[in-house]
């Protein structure tokens, strides 16, 4: 989400004049967006605005804002600590941030605040759908600094998509803190699987991904649509946090371990070849040994091809800060958590071992060291193979060498537990929709199909 409201920030940023630079000593203005999910993450900004002071002082001239979850509805205190910063913005508030610019530059940023779709967006890119959060965990401190949620209309975010692949766009990941609670708040009321239908109509967009999901909110309905939309990859985002029943009550999650299993169980028997990715907190307060063996069985049981884990991190103005001490030596969190990616690196090396020889189409986003890289629609992150000296490739922009935005059909030739490798064969096709849907489990096709 906060590199999704970079993104759209700069672009009005651009729409004043201005460009960006590599360093912040360079820079008129500097924003610093926040995040402060954890301690570590608002230390890391709390320390570059200490290296912003001197900037500051000896320019007064520039500009320096914040934005982001460091700022809540009340940030006096802030204000008082770092007197160098000019502009406090809350998230997704872009409007403070470009009338300060404009006042500077002598531009009205009137026009540029109904104008905030990315300019020059990546090939796979972010749509916010629904900002803020009602659920009110007792760990989790985002609804109070992104606030309650509303949701866009399904209108104003189709239109957009249709911008973005005008743009260049293959790719959109719909995004929102707890994004299958879409539209609730929305009259006549509509879902998640009513917008993902109406993306899927969106001529030239390739893939539709969406997170982070909740299980008390991923409706059938939802699942469904993964499995009949062909645009949609099949790939969820399903937090469990926690293995043991008392945690989860403790952290106010509205679901049981026995809940999340089922919800697991739908999925996979609903969507052949789903990919699951989730979060996992270990050491919250008061979790016993016994209740974080019950975490490790449990990605065990349902081995997910990636987890992200990591330490409780107390959050003030939480209600875990206030009524649940966190108590638990650092050096228990630490072992847990080795644990927990012992546990998952297995998995995730059995997991990938299993796609060798297999072929996948892969919607190439990147080059990483002098390779090129995409992903499969189920999220696998895959390196392709320098192609042989001489030969040609057929590739979605004819000629041999790959670019990013091509889709290439990759056979699987080696695996490791966080990623893959992939050879050209040769052929890059727009897969029928019944094709589309059977790739992700590795099937071979039996339709016929066209080099494009």
């Known amino acids: 989400m906060n590199k999704s409201d970079s ?5 009005g940023l651009k729409q004043l004049g201005l460009e960006a630079v590599e360093l912040p ?3 008129d203005v500097v924003v610093m967006n926040t995040c402060v999910v954890r301690q570590a993450a608002e230390d890391t900004a709390t320390g570059m605005l200490g290296k912003l002071k001197p900037v500051k002082q000896a320019h007064p001239d520039r500009i320096i804002a914040v934005m982001g979850c460091m700022v809540g509805p009340k940030h006096d205190d802030l204000k008082r600590r770092f007197p160098q910063v000019d502009v406090w913005a809350r998230p997704q508030e872009f409007d403070a941030i470009l009338r300060a610019v404009g006042g500077k530059v002598g531009v009205d940023a009137e026009g540029c605040l109904s104008n905030l779709v990315p300019a020059e967006p990546h090939i796979a890119t972010y749509v916010p ?12 401190i985002i609804p109070y600094r992104r606030g309650r949620e509303v949701s ?8 957009e998509c249709g ?9 959109v990941t719909l995004l929102g803190q707890n994004v299958d609670s879409y539209g609730h708040d929305l009259r006549p ?15 030239g967009l390739e893939r539709i991904r969406f997170l982070t999901s909740h299980p008390n909110d991923m409706s059938s309905r939802i699942i469904q649509a993964v499995r009949d939309l062909p645009k949609v990859c099949e790939n969820v985002n399903l937090p469990f946090q926690a293995g043991d029943d008392k945690v989860l009550a403790d952290m106010r999650r509205g679901y049981t371990r026995g809940q999340f299993m089922d919800k697991i169980a739908e999925i996979r028997q609903t969507v052949p070849g789903v990919t699951l990715t989730t979060d996992l907190i270990v050491g919250f307060p008061g979790e016993t040994a016994a209740q974080f063996e019950q975490s490790l069985d449990l990605l065990e049981a349902v081995r997910f091809d990636k987890v992200h884990a990591a330490m409780y991190s107390e959050r003030p103005g939480t209600v875990a800060s ?4 966190d108590v638990l030596p650092q050096a228990e969190k630490k072992r847990r958590l080795a644990a927990v990616n012992d ?3 297995r998995v995730q090396t059995e997991l990938n071992a299993a796609y060798m020889g297999r072929e996948y189409d892969v919607l190439i986003d990147g080059r990483t060291r002098g390779r090129m890289q995409g992903r499969t629609r189920g999220d696998k992150l895959v390196y392709i193979n320098p192609e042989p000296a001489g030969q040609e490739i057929a590739t979605r922009n004819g000629g041999g060498a790959h670019e990013i935005g091509d889709m290439v059909r990759l056979k699987i030739t080696a695996s490791s537990p966080w990623s893959l490798e992939g050879t050209d064969v040769g052929l890059a096709r727009s897969l029928a929709p019944d094709l589309r849907k059977s790739e992700c489990v590795g099937e071979k096709s039996k339709v016929g199909a066209t080099a494009v």
């Open 7 to 11: 993104e759209r920030l700069e672009s």
């Open 25 to 27: 000593e360079q820079a």
């Open 129 to 140: 759908i629904v900002h803020g959060c009602d659920k009110f965990c007792t760990f989790c």
């Open 152 to 159: 866009r209309s399904v209108d104003e975010l189709v239109h």
């Open 163 to 171: 911008v973005l692949v005008a743009r260049g766009v293959r790719e």
């Open 189 to 203: 009321r509509q879902d998640l699987a009513d917008l993902l239908e109406a993306i899927e109509a969106v001529d």
């Open 322 to 325: 206030r009524r649940m001490p």
């Open 343 to 345: 546990v998952q690196e």
